[in-house]
């Protein structure tokens, strides 16, 4: 720590994505007074939970990686589940960060005391820190379906993100709910392994087509031989990204009218029954909900073993799921492919700030933050993918990057002296709220569909610019839009 600077200790809660790169960063910054809290028993989050087959990643692989840890192995464009689990374990050894990590310890409360965070784990664990980095998940919590008899299914039933390895899938009867990226996933991987597989859609999806091809070995020791090639790449499918990015936030792009172009293509030639077209065909624009990519799920829903099932579910019962023409339809195994609670963020950890208010309570009708990262009254503790965040179709790898070199920013101001409390002033956040909630009305999300960005109001609870003002926003903090106390 260099002369006159305040040493300061961190408490990093979540060991996902997110919390590794803010140990990596922080380590990089100099700061050695680190502990990562972990409530599993393994670092991950997102790719440590879900197991299903088909999970692969839908960037790139080449974009969907550290900048600063690109990686010439990737076995696919879009490389499957387990590689990427991998890569983050890679990623934290190399860096020496795991040492940092104390696994299967939630963090239950944190309480701003004295100009310091009081932390309590559920193992009793008590710590106390300067700084807090929340980096706690969006899609963590499974969201299970309410359907009347979910809990008397006979065979064995779990939701996506908690797949049991232990169930045979091979020759069953299977029934996927929910038609996400995940459910798609799945089907496409399943539909040869089982004897029959049996979709129930609420929704139909615009799907585009995207080949997934393997990298060959030459390629592979090209991106070996020369990093430059590697970071050329992840920086060419950031720009290709962010025009993607740019697109949604304008339902009138010519870039959303070619996305939806080359969708209806996909629906149109790859599925010749006009009955089976029409039930597959959204009612909703493109993009309007997170697209899905794949390159075979038209293929395999038309596989004679496979049935879309659009008719609506009635309840479940022992032996399967009847629907409401009265049909029951016989299932060994449910799969639960129906998302997750998207307005959790940090809770249930109990936050409270400094008046005695608790996140709990400011988030009562739907959480906000002043750019996703800091909340009024609630000093020295940052969040990565926080509320409101960039959530679309592209790399959320790239949004934590840049949202931690702001974080250090602020935690500079720390460092320094200059202060010793920092948080947004609810003026920013309140005129960033109105400003975005304006911004989200141009949208590809508000054209009349039913999403998980959807917040309580109707509004899209995500970042409603172009990645290009994203970007500029992170590049240095506004310090009026922050109250310091020194
Ligand atoms: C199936 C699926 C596919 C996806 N594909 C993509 C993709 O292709 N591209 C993309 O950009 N994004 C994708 N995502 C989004 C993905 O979640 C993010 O890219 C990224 O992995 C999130 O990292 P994170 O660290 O913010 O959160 P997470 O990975 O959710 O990690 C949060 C961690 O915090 C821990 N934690 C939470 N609360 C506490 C507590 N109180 N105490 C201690 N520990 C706690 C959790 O156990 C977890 O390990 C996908 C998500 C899913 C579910």
Redesign the pocket.
Known sequence: MAEGRRALRFAI?????????SAIKLREAGETDITV????DR????????T?PG?????PSHL?SYSFAPNPEWSHR?SP?AEIQAYFEHVAREHGVVDLMRFG????SCAFVDGRWQLR?ARGHRDVVDVVIA??????RPRYPEIEGLDSFGGAMFH??RWDQGVEIDGARIGVVGTG??GVQIVSALVDRVARLSLFQRTAQWILPQENPAYTDEQKEAYRADGEQLREMHAHLAEVFGMFAAAVVDADSPQIKAIEEMCLANLESSVPDPELRARLRPDYRAACKRLVISPNFYDAIQRPNAELVTEGIERIEPGGIRTRDGRLHELDVLVLATG?ETNAF?R??MVTGRDGMSLGEMWAKRPNAYLSISVPGVPNFFM??GPNGPVGN????E??ELQFDYILQLIEELQTGRCREISATRAAMDAFEAERVDATKHTIWMTGCRSWYLDDRGIPASWPFSFARFREEMAAPRMDAFETRT
């Open positions: 809660i979540g060991a996902g994505m997110a919390g590794i790169l809290y972990e409530k599993a670092l991950g989050g997102t790719w440590r939970e879900n299903y999970l692969s990643c839908d960037v969907y879009f589940g310890d939630a963090v239950d784990t980096a706690t998940g969006v899609l963590h996506s993100a990226s995940t997750f940090t249930p950890m990565l993918n592209f790399s959320l790898i949004v934590a």
